[in-house]
């Protein structure tokens, strides 16, 4: 027998659109006992809002699988078993558009148990929510609205019911996945994501030894020692003066001072950036500060000890910081020895701002000033600074040190002064006893674009400054910021130096000096605003570095010429991409190359072609412009070819750069692949890579046109055989390439142009410009009516899109199906499907007129469907209607003569009359026949042509006998029935058998009976028109029948199947005759003689027929063909007369 598999979903809403976000289920046996478990996270892809009742965010979802991985191995565990849910037309609708959304659509059947209708029939009146049934039940949900929970109290409750009455969920069939909607969903190996925060209920005992008490108090002492460590240092993180960023850090200080980020903490840090501002990247350069400054703190009494070095780790590892950034900032400091009223000077950009060190230094009585010959030290950010300050550093012998030694110098210094002392700047002609940064200097000299605005609330500000440059000069070039930018020093910092990586200016890269510093001269804030994960915090602290810079090069009073020259010179020479000429341009001797180019953008184009077909009468168009027209079609060859050698020409500068276009932008290459091929490191392929894609960043003019030329032909959407005939020269592969030049022009770009780079790409056979899907599909959105259906028509012209390119991309990229000029997006399941065509149509429509349109499925499984639908109702005999058009419903026969001899007895008469009743009926469809038949039966009687109800003293035992019944046989003593196997018994429905039946168990209409069986109770019904058994279908399971087998179905005190002599079609006479009966096992010796000639006698095979129809053996012949032809088996009659 099959098992039960009791699900449950938490879903990010109810809507079509929705997903599901956690799956529960719990396995049950045959005899609801409980197997096991299997629960997951879903990514859903999609925000969500209603955290609040299921209590998963995003942040717990980030790392779960998406419904594709999980697909597969949800399937397996639904296999083969009947599913249970409370309110199961929800999991059903997202069962089946989940797995719909994947191309598998379920199977047809009643494979679908709801413990909500359960609940009604036990409850009656009752409120059957989830949590009543519980309640009434005394049932425990250890944790409501979480997926294993609830599916673990459905499954509680759904086993009280089958205790209470087991044979409640016969009528329920497996779920079955075939092989191929299996073999469709993908194999993955994305681990399942558990929901971490849900603690099953009841006490855990817990007894320790001593050993564990004293583990146990070393822990705690350990994280005590670690939490006053952290207070101490955390008092001396710095503000960054950014308000947003200031508001963060403050409660990341707070929240770190037990070294640990607990949910609560890491939902307020998530609050705090949303609310200002603060992008996932701006989060991590802050997390980054904060880290600095502990390990700055941390050496500041002269050592980082092991437990230390372990906690600063602990820390980078709750704020997301890889190890190995942590073990390069927490290296050994270097010896040094301050004095009160020592020189000290600082450059470059801190990780603790230089404003708080110059305040710090001089509480500690030490002199703040620029490089002088008496200066004691230089505290750089970067020891290796080529800047002016460190250069005359080197030249007076001063030491540079970084933070960290300056740190524990510093230390050292408070340590050994008993109270506060101020001394005297040194004596000295080049002391000015004064803080240059603190000092009010006329600023405009530093950064002369400050005389455009009100700079008195910026004062010396370097955040400040950095702000105002970031808000009032985004697109201006570095080389604006200050004359004193000395572009052979700057940029030195890590942070810049990863920027230039990015931008691909780092050397090697760029080979050419000159042409390199041009390149970051130029840099704007824009570039580094639109580097990917670059935020606000990191722009803000990028441009903040170089106006430290200017600064640093302005105290350092060496202004040179190359600092405060506009670096105007002419740099054509240095740049290898301004020459055409190296690329085989030839422009027209008679064409100025202005017009040239016009003429080349027709060209790719094809808007002189386009001009010249919407000529009503081209014979009005001079020859003269046709030929122009058709001669343009050899630009186009020009073109291909010049863009074909710009791209030559960038992969000639390095000789792996080919490898590159090949293997690693087409192909997926990883760059431990391509590393190992070059014999480098996977870093330096990305730097390889990146110095790639900034040159085909500003390839040249050809592959611009080129690029941008095909975009305005064919946006959105072509096939790319359009392109193949219009321009088959994009089709060629360049030497050393692999990709065809279209494929290369894609990756191409122009640098300063309004759209710098490709707007489009190819997807398998289609040309498809970016942003195409979602405008497909907010089209689609827009123009569907409730039923999911949109004219195709409408649905091209919003697109801008020939009709037949719509057609081939629908029936190629979506689900949708296109059926007399309309689009059907809702056509993941059966109902979706009917009900769409009916509305499509506008009127009814018979089950059969519906099947000849959904081809994959019968009428009987569409009928099945449509009857479970609330949105159809039948309003005749196999004809369908949508419920609002609220027509009349048609069920059966009986219930409309019912319905109207009810309201004939409501206006005070005793019945209907029979001819009234005809005439509505057939009115739906019912011959005359039919409608008489039901008339003169069952619950009516027919009386001087009206029609009535039957009262209660008029119902009678139904009177047939089973000897009377045809396939009724009596064997050993009880009625069986020999029945041939079919379909429906395989299916699980019920089936009509003899009246003899009903009348042997005394039953008469509208009664029923309860036949115990070693498969459970089995129902016999006596219906308005016949008599039937429920299904079968567990003994043809547990028997493991086959459609067209027959069996013995035994009626007595109890009720059982068991198999019966297979039909023999190649039995001839006598042996024909006792395989028809069944009685094949009476005759097996006289059936086993070999030949022609069955020693088979005439009267042992009548005398057995006879016994079997409840007939003396000895009976006559004409008896036996009398009571044959009674029971309408006039073959078998004829079959024995002849003998």
């Known amino acids: 027998m099959h098992g039960f598999a009791v699900l449950d979903f938490e879903t990010t809403g109810f809507s079509r659109h929705d997903r599901v976000i956690e799956i529960g289920v719990v396995l049950l046996d045959a005899n609801c006992r409980v197997e096991r478990t299997w629960q997951t996270l879903v990514q859903p892809n999609r925000g969500f809002d209603n955290s609040d009742v299921h209590g998963i965010t995003p942040t717990n979802l980030v790392g779960a699988p998406t419904f594709e991985h999980v697909a597969r191995r949800f399937?397996?565990?639904?296999?083969?078993?009947?599913?249970?849910?409370?309110?199961?037309?929800?999991?059903?609708?997202?069962?089946?558009?989940?797995?719909?959304?994947?191309?598998?659509?379920?199977?047809?059947?009643?494979?679908?148990?709801?413990?909500?209708?359960?609940?009604?029939?036990?409850?009656?009146?009752?409120?059957?929510?989830?949590?009543?049934?519980?309640?009434?039940?005394?049932?425990?949900?250890?944790?409501?609205?979480?997926?294993?929970?609830?599916?673990?109290?459905?499954?509680?409750?759904?086993?009280?019911?089958?205790?209470?009455?087991?044979?409640?969920?016969?009528?329920?069939?497996?779920?079955?996945?075939?092989?191929?909607?299996?073999?469709?969903?993908?194999?993955?190996?994305?681990?399942?994501?558990?929901?971490?925060?849900?603690?099953?209920?009841?006490?855990?005992?817990?007894?320790?030894?001593?050993?564990?008490?004293?583990?146990?108090?070393?822990?705690?002492?350990?994280?005590?020692?670690?939490?006053?460590?952290?207070?101490?240092?955390?008092?001396?993180?710095?503000?960054?003066?950014?308000?947003?960023?200031?508001?963060?850090?403050?409660?990341?200080?707070?929240?770190?001072?037990?070294?640990?980020?607990?949910?609560?903490?890491?939902?307020?840090?998530?609050?705090?950036?949303?609310?200002?501002?603060?992008?996932?990247?701006?989060?991590?350069?802050?997390?980054e500060q904060y880290l600095q400054q502990l390990i700055v703190?941390?050496?500041?009494?002269?050592?980082?000890?092991?437990?230390?070095?372990?906690?600063?780790?602990?820390?980078?590892?709750?704020?997301?910081?890889?190890?190995?950034?942590?073990?390069?900032?927490?290296?050994?400091?270097?010896?040094?020895?301050?004095?009160?009223?020592?020189?000290?000077?600082?450059?470059?950009?801190?990780?603790?701002?230089?404003?708080?060190?110059?305040?710090?230094?001089?509480?500690?009585?030490?002199?703040?000033?620029?490089?002088?010959?008496?200066?004691?030290?230089?505290v750089a950010a970067d020891v290796h600074t080529q800047s002016g300050k460190a250069k005359k550093a080197r030249a007076l012998g001063i030491p540079i040190v970084d933070e960290v030694t300056f740190a524990h110098a510093l230390a050292e210094l408070?340590?050994?002064?008993?109270?506060?002392?101020?001394?005297?700047?040194?004596?000295?002609?080049?002391?000015?006893?004064?803080?240059?940064?603190?000092?009010?200097?006329?600023?405009?000299?530093?950064?002369?674009?400050?005389?455009?605005?009100?700079?008195s609330g910026i004062g010396e500000d370097v955040l400040g400054i950095a702000q105002a440059w970031i808000k009032d000069h985004q697109t201006s070039g570095l080389t604006g910021l200050s004359p004193y930018m000395n572009f052979l020093a700057f940029p030195e910092s890590p942070e810049w130096q990863r920027v230039l990586a990015k931008l691909g200016l780092t050397e090697p890269e760029v080979k050419d000096t000159s042409l390199r510093n041009r390149l970051i001269r130029e840099l704007t804030v824009r570039d580094l605003q639109d580097l990917k994960g670059y935020g606000r915090v990191r722009v803000q602290k990028l441009v903040a570095d170089a106006v430290t810079h200017a600064f640093d090069e302005f105290e350092a009073g060496d202004v040179t010429a190359d600092h405060t020259a506009n670096h105007t010179a002419d740099d054509t020479a240095d740049n290898p991409f301004d020459n055409t000429s190296d690329f085989g341009i030839s422009w027209d001797d008679t064409t100025t190359p202005e017009t040239s180019v016009l003429l080349d953008w027709l060209a790719i184009t094809g808007a002189s072609n386009r001009i010249l077909d919407q000529a009503e009468d081209k014979a009005y168009v001079p020859e003269a412009v046709r030929e122009q027209v058709a001669s343009l079609n050899d630009r186009i060859t020009d073109i291909l070819t010049g863009a074909e050698r710009e791209i030559q020409h960038i992969a000639d500068q390095d000789e792996r750069f080919p490898v590159i276009l090949n293997r690693r932008l087409p192909d997926g290459a990883t760059l431990a692949e391509l590393g190992q091929q070059f014999g480098v490191s996977r870093e330096r392929v990305r730097q390889l890579e990146n110095a790639l894609l900034a040159a085909l960043a500003d390839a040249g003019p050809n592959c611009e046109i080129l690029r941008t030329g095909i975009f305005h032909r064919y946006a959105p959407l072509a096939k790319i055989s359009q392109l193949r005939h219009d321009m088959p020269g994009l089709f060629t592969v360049p030497d050393g390439m692999s990709a065809p030049l279209l494929n290369l022009i894609n990756l191409t770009g122009t640098a300063g142009a309004a759209v710098a780079q490709a707007q489009w790409g190819i997807d398998g056979e289609w040309f498809v410009a970016n942003g195409f899907e979602?405008?497909?599909?907010?089209?689609?959105?827009?123009?569907?009516?409730?039923?999911?259906?949109?004219?195709?028509?409408?649905?091209?012209?919003?697109?801008?899109?020939?009709?037949?390119?719509?057609?081939?991309?629908?029936?190629?990229?979506?689900?949708?199906?296109?059926?007399?000029?309309?689009?059907?997006?809702?056509?993941?399941?059966?109902?979706?499907?009917?009900?769409?065509?009916?509305?499509?149509?506008?009127?009814?429509?018979?089950?059969?007129?519906?099947?000849?349109?959904?081809?994959?499925?019968?009428?009987?499984?569409?009928?099945?469907?449509?009857?479970?639908?609330?949105?159809?109702?039948?309003?005749?005999?196999?004809?369908?209607?949508?419920?609002?058009?609220?027509?009349?419903?048609?069920?059966?026969?009986?219930?409309?003569?019912?319905?109207?001899?009810?309201?004939?007895?409501?206006?005070?008469?005793?019945?209907?009359?029979?001819?009234?009743?005809?005439?509505?009926?057939?009115?739906?469809?019912?011959?005359?026949?039919?409608?008489?038949?039901?008339?003169?039966?069952?619950?009516?009687?027919?009386?001087?042509?009206?029609?009535?109800?039957?009262?209660?003293?008029?119902?009678?035992?139904?009177?047939?006998?089973?000897?009377?019944?045809?396939?009724?046989?009596?064997?050993?003593g009880q009625w069986c029935l020999l029945l041939t196997i079919n379909r429906d018994h395989m299916r699980g429905s019920g089936s009509a058998i003899p009246a003899g039946i009903a009348g042997m168990y005394g039953l008469g209409y509208g009664d029923e009976k309860l036949l115990p069986s070693r498969l459970g109770d089995q129902r016999i019904a006596v219906g308005r028109t016949n008599t039937s058994m429920s299904t079968i279908s567990r003994f043809v399971n547990d028997m493991q029948l086959t459609e067209g087998e027959r069996v013995w179905v035994h009626f007595g005190d109890t009720f059982d199947i068991t198999r019966a002599p297979a039909e023999n079609p190649d039995a001839e006479g006598l042996a024909a005759l006792v395989n028809a009966f069944g009685l094949d096992e009476e005759f097996t010796a006289e059936l086993s003689t070999e030949g022609d000639a069955a020693e088979l006698d005439v009267d042992a095979v009548l005398a057995a027929i006879n016994r079997q129809l409840g007939l003396p053996a000895d009976a006559p012949r004409r008896k036996t063909v009398s009571r044959l032809r009674h029971r309408r088996d006039d073959e078998l009659a004829d079959t024995i007369q002849a003998l």
């Open 75 to 287: 399937a397996e565990v639904l296999n083969g078993r009947v599913i249970v849910a409370h309110n199961a037309s929800f999991e059903y609708k997202f069962l089946t558009n989940e797995f719909g959304r994947l191309g598998v659509e379920l199977a047809d059947g009643n494979w679908l148990l709801d413990t909500m209708v359960l609940a009604r029939q036990f409850m009656p009146g009752q409120p059957v929510s989830l949590k009543n049934v519980l309640s009434i039940m005394g049932i425990e949900n250890r944790a409501a609205h979480t997926a294993l929970a609830d599916a673990e109290a459905t499954a509680a409750a759904l086993q009280r019911f089958v205790q209470a009455r087991p044979d409640i969920v016969d009528y329920a069939e497996p779920l079955y996945f075939v092989p191929a909607q299996l073999a469709q969903l993908r194999i993955s190996d994305v681990p399942l994501l558990e929901r971490n925060n849900v603690r099953a209920t009841g006490d855990v005992a817990a007894a320790g030894t001593a050993a564990d008490s004293t583990a146990t108090g070393t822990a705690a002492d350990q994280q005590t020692s670690e939490k006053q460590w952290l207070q101490e240092l955390a008092q001396h993180v710095a503000r960054t003066g950014d308000e947003a960023s200031d508001q963060y850090i403050g409660f990341l200080v707070q929240a770190m001072v037990d070294g640990r980020l607990d949910m609560r903490e890491l939902s307020k840090l998530h609050g705090i950036a949303a609310e200002r501002g603060l992008s996932a990247d701006d989060v991590n350069m802050l997390h």
């Open 297 to 378: 703190q941390a050496w500041a009494d002269g050592v980082v000890t092991e437990q230390e070095r372990r906690w600063l780790i602990s820390i980078a590892g709750e704020l997301n910081i890889e190890r190995e950034r942590v073990e390069e900032l927490v290296t050994s400091a270097r010896k040094l020895e301050l004095r009160p009223g020592d020189r000290v000077t600082f450059t470059g950009a801190m990780a603790t701002p230089r404003e708080v060190w110059e305040k710090r230094a001089r509480t500690a009585g030490l002199d703040v000033g620029g490089v002088i010959k008496a200066s004691v030290v230089l």
């Open 414 to 455: 408070n340590a050994a002064q008993k109270h506060s002392t101020e001394q005297n700047p040194a004596d000295s002609e080049e002391s000015t006893g004064s803080d240059l940064l603190s000092e009010l200097r006329d600023l405009t000299t530093i950064f002369p674009w400050l005389t455009d605005r009100d700079f």
């Open 774 to 972: 979602d405008k497909f599909a907010t089209a689609v959105e827009q123009l569907t009516d409730d039923f999911g259906i949109a004219p195709l028509s409408e649905l091209a012209v919003t697109l801008g899109i020939p009709e037949e390119i719509v057609r081939e991309w629908i029936a190629q990229r979506t689900g949708y199906k296109i059926f007399e000029g309309h689009l059907f997006t809702k056509v993941t399941s059966v109902s979706d499907r009917a009900v769409a065509l009916l509305a499509h149509r506008g009127k009814p429509m018979h089950i059969d007129d519906i099947a000849a349109v959904i081809t994959d499925r019968n009428s009987r499984g569409i009928d099945g469907r449509l009857a479970l639908d609330p949105r159809t109702k039948r309003c005749a005999p196999g004809t369908w209607a949508l419920a609002q058009w609220e027509l009349e419903e048609w069920t059966t026969i009986a219930d409309y003569i019912s319905r109207r001899i009810d309201d004939a007895v409501a206006q005070g008469q005793d019945g209907v009359l029979l001819d009234d009743v005809i005439a509505g009926a057939t009115a739906f469809g019912v011959s005359e026949n039919s409608v008489r038949t039901y008339a003169g039966g069952g619950e009516f009687v027919l009386e001087d042509g009206y029609v009535r109800k039957r009262s209660d003293e008029e119902m009678e035992p139904i009177d047939a006998t089973p000897e009377e019944s045809r396939d009724l046989y009596l064997r050993d």
